[in-house]
């Protein structure tokens, strides 16, 4: 699906196309997660690094990109590199690395990506901080406001968005999504759905309280005039306007 | 060999069978032997395995402890008498274990006095979880001759080496209370932990088991005794469960219990609890939920002004403390009532109780006895109860019930085989005690009864799982909780922590997060999963407890409601309290019905009928009266159950019954839905099985997501009005649905339901995959969730066939369902065995009111995830396009 010239959402992936940075840009991978939960008494079985590779394969194929962009928690301990997400931070950048063009890879640092500077040399990626401008693209990942004004089109992880569905008979669906905005102070706005297998994501057309997760929610982003662009299988679907799917039922 | 006893031994060769002092005692203090004793004392003393069934009052602790007292009482005599342990008793319940103490402390300190030698006495410990840290040090130290424990603490205890050597004498292993264990995966985890420790101390120990009402005998008594190789080991069975005479009735509480509303029936019903009550020193009131409990409580105690002296709540989420006061109160007769949910219809001596209310169908034949039998002293009493019925289906089932009881019609129980969740616990416990071959360990499981006919193929795949085969080398550090090494046939323990995670984790009874249900002015009504609270919505109906509410908002663990009285729900409960009915009971059911209907048709014309119905002045006529008569039944219940039948062959034309299946076609009161209702009132087990299957054909019909509703006297398909349904798609829907082959079709197609979720969840606690406790830490049950459809999702991508995905089908279609007889049943709907009759109605039959309005529910998605999204999308759009 493309959002304009430049940017588009490769069919059915948790995954943004930018053509003029040649590359592409995930969010939320939380490498080494189950090593972490392993580690907390819920051994769950080994699939979301083979998931993620499974993703971004798919997506190379489709774009050939030069760069990989993370916008944020490529690993998931708060606390230190667990040795389950070092290992898999590192068979991550060898396979990006080695079965694709990608040579270039980006992180822009996210609240869970503590303590990785020094993993920086060894394993070959450049990190940023805070948030990036890149082109007319501002990156950051949402745990605070973006500070630089440049950037036309702000691009944003975190939150793991998706949408939840209830239905007459019973049902509840929820899809992972990603929520776009065309105009936050005449900017453009998109938000990342998580790559992480595990993380279903976080209702936002259900009764919960967005602002505390991401500040940018409480000032100036309406999410009621987001759409929801969702991951079908093999395809993105436009659900529309979020403020038209508050607790819908069908 | 099962052998069951048909002839008592005299009482002078009962008592001849027992040491002299013991004898002496016995005689002066209960004259003779009871029927089961007649039978036990010589089996017992003669080492023969033996399963006793009697009810309460019959003598049944010394049934099982008079030989191993006068053996132990020889040795001690004899001078042979060790600091070791020769008897070991287990029963579910901690407050019976306590009240078994005291049982044989007492006669034994009477004994004692007796006998003015020097001897070594005999000792009794109690090991629970609640036995203390220098009472255990004192155990280990100088081990009691008889261990009283709980299935639980023997799991861990025959972990412990030190323990191991204390045991190594056994004589004698009893297990209480059978009929809670032997139907369930706490007594497959018991019976395992018996075999283990079988082959841990080398020699093989008589083994007793005691309980209530329990049939098929002959399972039970395998259950008990269990294998030796391929030899199934000898037991004999001792039923006393009829000497206990047993006086009932089903009550309705109004004359027109299908009319009146809930106000009405409500008052009636504590009008007549609190009759009894007056009537009688004690009475005990049973209910089938602990929510239940609560509210009976409340309401005497506010309707009648009775003060917490008189009546007292007693269940299992009280704390220990309450139930204990309860439990002494009663004993000293100073409470007028308990209202218990099923914690007091085990053995816990209460004293005596002269009446036993049940409110509601206790589902099943056995436990209605079980529960009624609590009343009168001895065995020698009659014991009195009355059922009262809460509405029209659970009179025409209590009554049926009752009537079952009276001719000794007994439903059956069948006990989980080779379950592998709770295998991998045992296999993790083994490999703690020893360096195993797999050969040896695969011999020992396939003693223990609910494993005697596992697949090695199965026991090999728990090996891999176990020894972290399903992750990478470098993780299994963390993962592994056993070696294997499959060239040389052998595993054994691994990891320090693996231990602990034994000690901490080991059991089978599921953790919940429970949101407790209030209303806006704070009472408590009950509580409902945080699962089931995350599809509401503000203005949701919801049956809870029988009543129905409407969701308001949600605080932190509760859930604020008002009531909404005759509503019908928008959202039934995903999970239901209520046990399942009995296969038995329900074929009981469907062929009084099919009496009945025969009865009922012969009545007046049409437009007489409909006029006496209304004006409420209906009464059986002679054909029905003859039927209701022999019955256990209050004229009220009589004239109710003649109405109930009137108005649904007035209104829909014919009686549903087990041998002719009516399928109505209707709509919900909001003109919303579709339903499709089947009355196939085959209890829920087996409802549970077809309704799935047939929501399946629908969704193969019509690109639609089909909702189920699910009880025991039948089930309910779901389906948007927009879908146009005829009597000719309903019948070809039947002809599709009786074309699939059951397993298959369930198989590929429930993976995405909730019952589906709920039970991964369960089996993977159960295999150690999610832990409730790790390096001594614990982990809440919210921590613990991570969505569990994705840790099915992540588990499917090693394999299909990955031992906790299998237990977990394993555990619908074998413990929830009744898989077998479900595919019989469709096979006779099919074959014509079992006739059908489709009617389309303008608003449901009385017959389906309370499917409607109390089923279980589900929901059958889409089989195919890319068009089930599009389709999403396409509604969404359509709905969106609306507003």
Request: proline share 4%; glycine share 6%.
């Amino acid at each position: 699906m493309k959002l304009d010239g430049d940017v588009e959402i490769l069919d059915g992936l948790p995954l943004l196309h930018i053509k003029s940075l040649s590359a592409l840009i995930c969010s939320d991978l939380h490498l080494g997660y189950e090593g972490v939960m392993a580690d907390r008494g819920t051994f769950l079985p080994k699939v979301n690094l083979k998931n993620i590779k499974d993703i971004v394969k798919k997506g190379a194929r489709l774009a050939d990109p030069t760069t990989l962009i993370v916008n944020g928690d490529i690993k998931n301990e708060f606390s230190d590199v667990h040795v389950e997400e070092f290992n898999e931070f590192r068979d991550f950048m060898t396979f990006v690395t080695s079965e694709t063009r990608i040579k270039r890879v980006v992180l822009i640092k996210g609240n869970h990506d503590n303590f990785i500077d020094r993993l920086k040399k060894p394993l070959g990626f450049e990190m940023h901080t805070q948030e990036a401008t890149l082109g007319r693209y501002l990156f950051f990942h949402g745990e605070e406001l973006p500070h630089s004004s440049a950037g036309k089109f702000l691009i944003m992880g975190h939150v793991h968005p998706s949408i939840s569905i209830f239905s007459k008979i019973g049902a509840k669906e929820k899809l992972r999504c990603f929520l776009y905005g065309t105009d936050f102070i005449g900017r453009r706005v998109i938000v990342l759905p998580a790559m992480n297998f595990f993380a279903d994501g976080f209702s936002v057309n259900t009764d919960q309280d967005l602002s505390r997760l991401a500040p940018i929610f409480a000032k100036g982003i309406d999410i009621n005039q987001m759409e929801a662009l969702c991951l079908g299988e093999g395809e993105i679907l436009n659900f529309g306007n979020i403020g038209k799917l508050h607790n819908i039922e069908i | 060999m099962i052998t069951q006893c048909k002839e008592p031994f005299s009482i002078e060769e009962s008592l001849d069978s027992v040491n002299i002092f013991i004898r002496k005692w016995f005689v002066s203090k209960y004259k003779e032997p009871t029927p089961p004793q007649r039978y036990s004392f010589k089996l017992i003393k003669e080492n023969k395995n033996v399963l006793i069934t009697a009810p309460t009052g019959s003598g049944k602790t010394f049934s099982a402890f008079m030989s191993i007292l006068s053996d132990l009482m020889n040795m001690s005599l004899a001078a042979k008498l060790e600091d070791k342990i020769y008897c070991i008793y287990i029963s579910p319940l901690r407050a019976l274990n306590n009240d078994i103490y005291r049982n044989l402390t007492v006669p034994l300190n009477e004994i004692y006095q007796d006998i003015t030698l020097p001897v070594k006495k005999i000792s009794i410990g109690i090991r629970t979880g609640d036995t203390t840290q220098s009472e255990r040090q004192k155990q280990l130290r100088r081990p009691p001759n008889i261990l009283v424990t709980t299935p639980e603490s023997l799991a861990i205890l025959i972990n412990s080496p030190k323990f191991a050597e204390n045991m190594s004498s056994l004589k004698y292993i009893i297990i209480d209370e059978l009929h809670e264990l032997a139907n369930n995966k706490r007594g497959v985890h018991l019976s395992m932990s018996i075999e283990r420790l079988a082959n841990m101390i080398g020699h093989d120990f008589t083994r007793i088991g005691m309980g209530a009402t329990l049939y098929p005998l002959d399972e039970a008594a395998r259950f008990v005794a269990g294998y030796d190789g391929e030899k199934e080991r000898d037991c004999f069975i001792v039923d006393a469960t009829w000497d206990k005479k047993l006086d009932f009735t089903a009550i309705s509480p109004v004359k027109d219990i299908v009319n009146a509303n809930d106000t009405v029936v409500d008052n009636a019903i504590y009008r007549m609890i609190n009759q009894t009550i007056k009537k009688n020193n004690t009475t005990l009131v049973f209910t089938n939920t602990r929510s239940g409990t609560e509210r009976v409580v409340y309401n005497l105690m506010k309707r009648f002004k009775y003060s917490e002296e008189h009546i007292a709540a007693h269940h299992g989420s009280l704390s220990r403390e309450i139930r204990l006061g309860v439990e002494d109160l009663l004993k000293k007769g100073k409470l007028k009532c308990a209202v218990s949910s099923t914690s007091l219809e085990l053995g816990i001596d209460i004293g005596t109780i002269d009446n036993v209310v049940q409110i509601g169908s206790p589902k099943s034949v056995a436990r209605a006895v079980q529960r009624i039998g609590r009343s009168g002293h001895s065995f020698r009493d009659v014991a009195r109860g009355e059922v009262i019925v809460t509405n029209r289906d659970d009179l025409v089932e209590c009554s049926v019930m009752l009537d079952a009881a009276k001719k000794h019609h007994m439903d059956s129980f069948t006990t989980p085989k080779n379950a592998l969740d709770v295998l991998a616990q045992h296999i993790v416990g083994m490999s703690q005690t020893k360096k195993w071959s797999v050969d040896e360990a695969f011999y020992v499981i396939r003693n223990s009864y609910p494993y005697h006919t596992l697949q090695k193929q199965d026991f090999m795949s728990l090996l891999e799982y176990l020894s972290g085969m399903y992750v990478g080398l470098e993780s299994r550090r963390v993962y592994a909780k056993i070696w294997y090494d499959s060239q040389e046939g052998t595993f054994g323990k691994r990891g320090k922590l693996t231990r602990l995670i034994y000690y901490l984790n080991l059991g089978t009874i599921p953790d919940e997060v429970a949101i407790d249900v209030m209303t806006r002015d704070n009472k408590w009504i009950g509580s409902i999963e945080e699962e089931f609270l995350a599809r509401l919505k503000p203005g949701d109906i919801f049956a809870l407890a029988g009543k129905t509410y409407r969701f308001e908002y949600s605080r932190v663990m509760k859930c604020y409601v008002d009531p909404a009285p005759g509503e019908v729900p928008t959202i039934p409960p995903w999970y239901s309290e209520q046990l399942p009915l009995t296969y038995e009971l329900a074929l009981d059911i469907g062929s009084f019905r099919e009496q009945m209907a025969v009865a009922a048709t012969r009545s007046l014309s049409r437009k007489s009928a409909i006029s006496l119905l209304k004006k409420g002045t209906m009464k059986p006529n002679e054909q029905a009266k003859k039927i209701l008569d022999a019955m256990p039944l209050n004229e009220n219940a009589k004239f109710a159950i003649f109405n109930y039948f009137m108005e649904q062959i007035l209104y829909a034309g014919y009686v549903p019954t087990d041998r002719f299946l009516l399928v109505e076609k209707t709509v919900d009161e909001e003109g919303e839905r579709s339903l499709v209702i089947f009355h196939s009132l085959f209890g829920r087990r087996i409802n549970d099985a077809l309704s799935r299957l047939f929501a399946i054909a629908l969704g193969e019909m019509y690109p639609i997501d089909v909702g189920i509703n699910i009880t025991d006297n039948g089930f309910v398909l779901v389906v948007p009005s927009s879908v146009k349904l005829s009597k000719a798609t309903i019948s070809e829907l039947i002809k599709n649905a009786c074309g699939m082959n059951m397993r298959l079709t369930l198989t590929q197609n429930i993976r995405r339901t909730e019952m589906m979720k709920r039970r991964f969840r369960y089996c993977a606690a159960r295999s150690f995959m999610i832990l409730r406790n790790y390096k001594g830490k614990k982990i809440s049950v919210r921590r613990q969730q991570v969505n569990s459809q994705l840790i099915l999702k992540a588990a499917e991508e090693i394999s299909r066939d990955f031992p906790i995905i299998k237990e977990t089908y394993r555990e619908i279609f074998e413990d929830v369902m009744d898989l077998p007889r479900a595919e019989r049943i469709l096979k006779d709907i099919s074959r014509g065995d079992i006739a059908y009759k489709i009617i389309e109605t303008a608003v449901p039959s009385p017959f389906s009111h309370t499917m409607i309005t109390f089923g279980e529910a589900d929901v059958i998605l889409m089989k195919d995830r890319r068009r089930h999204i599009r389709e999403l999308h396409k509604l969404v759009l359509a709905r969106i396009g609306k507003k």
